[in-house]
């Protein structure tokens, strides 16, 4: 199965292995975008907001008449969306009724260690004790295994930003998100709100990923893994898997109806591997005023936004330069054929508008670290390992126990990285600025806080990298699931 799309190593758009769908694709632009719920806190007091979410299976329509199971926080895709106030903290307590363990991680949030989702502090199945598909977390002497249900504690002592939550299980994050587990959490602050940006219903959530589909509306995923069993093959399923439906907060290629006025989009691709260039068509600008870590310092206008997996950009579009009536696409330009369009605006209404992006947004400026700034490199490879063909940092594949870098709470560090192919590297524990590529600066989306970075074939980037100042374990790792999973992670401990 699957259609190749790796076309030269070099220069490539592609990440994975086209998974094709088994049934026939629903019209695009014929299903309205969904938002997903904002979650109501169970109960709030002195201490913050707590919220409950239960991760279970669910049948939810995607495509129009087929009934699909997910795994969904709350039995929804995407799961219900969290809105936080910055600095005032928020617990979630999961309770897992899926069939396998999970891992739950605010992806973007400043989060003490214990609830930040390292891959072996499962959260087993309610009512179970464990059995040999924990075996990893198991022999992990640091694990922090619970049952049925487990509190995180997320401080959120940061800037206003687009942050996310998903599973994080070792060896298993890919099929999990896959199957759904995945949703929004958006941080406010005081200095966002004081900028006259586009809000409420004007303001986007669009959780952008792309899936593959059975004959009966199922969900494919494959169950054998080319690219682990033979050694040396990069271009199996171990490349990254890729769907040929593209879905938008859920739905397959929909649309909505917007006023003639300004709209903020917080862009996020929740691909498990996909990289989308999104362009307008009729062309229109896409003003980036935010990135992974929050708003930008001064806006940046692009024609096209680059987005790898994990990474998030909020961008404002302005519909009032359209005339009314007008259908305006989203298109992918890294895709082809149905992948190449990703959804539709419709702008159907006159309206007043007073938003306005300012020249200067509220976003922290970024750092020249000193020269004394401890400086490391991570190689981002695939390697074979005792006859297992896989990914690996540094030459070996992640273990609980190996440790890859001890760094000083709050420090301020130099990392090179360095890749053989497409590898959106995600630190925990940190937030990172852009410093250069192999030929010369930060790219056009490299604007910003980021977490997450789009490292290309063959290139070597340096961050400037600000470590938390919670001690502990961190991971950090490709965030192509299926390299994720087949072991392209490290550990840093900050002490
Ligand atoms: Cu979005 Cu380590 O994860
Ligand atoms: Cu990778």
Not at 427 to 456: C, E, Q
Not at 469 to 482: M, T
Request: one cysteine or more; a negative charge; hydrophobic letters at 40%.
């Amino acid at each position: 199965v699957g259609v190749p799309l790796l076309r030269g190593w070099k220069g490539s758009t592609s990440t994975g292995l086209l998974l094709p769908s088994r049934r026939p694709r629903p019209e695009p632009f014929a299903v309205a975008l969904p938002i997903p719920p904002v979650l109501r806190p169970a109960r709030f007091d002195a201490e913050g907001e707590h919220y409950e979410i239960v991760q279970r299976v669910a049948a939810v329509e995607i495509l129009p008449g087929l009934s699909t199971q997910i795994w969904g926080y709350n039995g929804s895709l995407p799961g219900p969306t969290i809105v936080s106030r910055s600095g005032r903290p928020v617990t979630v307590l999961h309770r897992n009724e899926l069939p396998v363990p999970t891992v739950a991680h605010l992806h973007g949030g400043r989060t003490p260690a214990a609830s930040d989702g390292y891959p072996t502090d499962l959260l087993l199945p309610a009512g179970s004790t464990g059995h040999a598909a924990h075996l990893p977390a198991m022999s992990d002497p640091q694990a922090v295994i619970t049952s049925g249900s487990r509190l995180y504690s997320y401080p959120l002592d940061q800037p206003a930003g687009t942050l996310w939550y998903h599973d994080h299980r070792m060896d298993f994050t890919g099929p999990s998100v896959w199957r759904g587990l995945a949703g929004f959490h958006l941080v406010t602050d005081a200095a966002e709100d004081d900028v006259p940006l586009p809000r409420g219903a004007r303001d986007l959530p669009l959780m952008v990923m792309d899936r593959s589909f059975g004959p009966d509306g199922e969900l494919l995923y494959p169950s054998v893994d080319p690219g682990l069993v033979t050694p040396g093959v990069t271009g199996g399923f171990g490349a990254g898997v890729l769907g040929d439906v593209i879905l938008v907060n859920g739905a397959p290629w929909p649309v909505a109806d917007v006023d003639a006025a300004r709209y903020r989009l917080r862009l996020l691709n929740a691909s498990n591997a996909r990289r989308y260039r999104l362009v307008l068509d009729p062309p229109g600008a896409l003003v980036q005023i935010g990135a992974d870590g929050g708003l930008l310092e001064r806006p940046v206008r692009h024609d096209a936004v680059e987005l790898a997996p994990a990474q998030r950009l909020d961008v404002v579009v302005d519909f009032s330069g359209y005339p009314i009536g007008q259908d305006v696409t989203v298109l992918n330009t890294f895709g082809d054929g149905p992948t190449g369009r990703v959804m539709r605006f419709r702008v159907v209404r006159a309206a007043t508008d007073d938003t306005a992006v300012p020249a200067a947004l509220p976003g922290e400026p970024g750092l020249s670290p000193g020269p004394d700034a401890p400086a490391r490199t991570m190689q981002f490879r695939h390697a074979t390992v005792g006859g297992m063909a896989g990914w690996a940092v540094n030459g070996a594949p992640f273990t609980p126990g190996a440790v890859h870098a001890r760094v000083r709470r709050g420090a301020v560090e130099v990392w090179r990285l360095a890749s053989d192919f497409h590898h959106p590297i995600h630190l925990h524990g940190a937030t990172f600025r852009v410093l250069a590529r192999s030929n010369g600066g930060p790219g056009p989306y490299d604007a910003g806080w980021r977490d997450t970075l789009d490292l290309r074939p063959a290139e070597q980037a340096t961050i400037a990298v600000r470590f938390g100042s919670d001690p502990g374990r961190y991971v950090f790792h490709c965030h192509n699931l299926e390299h994720e999973d087949m072991a392209m992670m490290g550990n840093v401990v900050i002490e």
